[in-house]
């Protein structure tokens, strides 16, 4: 799938290699089109995986969480694994043993750094928030206790491989004339309509941002501001 080299061995797809993609812009791609980053590191008590919001700049992928996260303390400045993975739909082929999902993924290996400028943590935490939903500057700011409970850890996306499946099922030669079915069940999430908190003030509306994701595809590839690319 790709004519780009791998950036490492051990970011080399070697099980379906075929459908690897090194390329930073298809990489970046399925960044943009994510949601949750799960985020790989070793503690003390062993290893431990956590789902994280997240974004992606044009060299390093971001994410945040409190300064008593355990997880979030070990990953700092050390070596971290992170990946994203969007379902698609099932393959549902003539046999079980056949069946398969499409999907887009991302792995990203590297050492995860802090970022302590306090510009450059409001700027990371804005954009890792715009990627979800953006109301950064319609909310209330940040104040500094907010910001001093947030950790914010960056990984550089040098050492970072693509996965992508996008098609039909694979049989074995003798099942293709036979009388079972075959195809795809394609996967579509979509934004629902915004609820207004039980407790929230009469009159506030919704934020204009917030109430133009009804509908939307969860994973159409974003913009820096959360919205869909090119709206």
């Known amino acids: 799938m790709s004519s780009h080299e791998p950036p490492s061995d051990r970011t080399t797809v070697k099980r379906g290699a075929n459908r690897a993609a090194y390329d930073q812009q298809a990489i970046r791609d399925i960044l943009a089109a994510g949601t949750i980053a799960h985020v790989g590191v070793t503690t003390d008590d062993g290893p431990i995986?956590?789902?994280?919001?997240?974004?992606?700049?044009?060299?390093?992928?971001?994410?945040?969480?409190?300064?008593?996260?355990?997880?979030?303390?070990?990953?700092?400045?050390?070596d971290v694994c992170v990946t994203v993975t969007i379902?698609?739909?099932?393959?549902?082929?003539?046999?079980?043993?056949?069946?398969?999902?499409?999907?887009?993924?991302v792995v990203v290996r590297g050492e995860a750094v802090a970022i302590t400028d306090p510009e450059g943590k409001v700027a990371a935490l804005k954009a890792i928030n715009d990627h979800m939903v953006a109301i950064w500057d319609t909310a209330r700011p940040p104040s500094e206790a907010d910001l001093k409970q947030t950790l914010v850890l960056a990984v550089p996306l040098a050492e970072a491989s693509a996965k992508v499946r996008g098609e039909d099922p694979i049989d074995d030669d003798e099942d293709y004339a036979g009388p079972h079915w075959a195809g795809l069940v394609p996967v579509t999430t979509t934004w629902g309509t915004p609820t207004s908190a039980g407790d929230l003030t009469v009159g506030i509306k919704i934020p204009t941002n917030v109430a133009a994701m009804a509908g939307r595809d969860v994973h159409a590839v974003r913009s820096a501001h959360g919205n869909p690319a090119g709206s």
């Open 49 to 78: 995986v956590l789902p994280m919001a997240y974004t992606a700049t044009d060299d390093q992928l971001l994410f945040h969480g409190s300064v008593a996260n355990a997880m979030m303390r070990a990953g700092k400045s050390m």
């Open 87 to 105: 379902l698609d739909g099932l393959v549902v082929a003539r046999t079980p043993f056949h069946n398969s999902v499409n999907y887009r993924s």
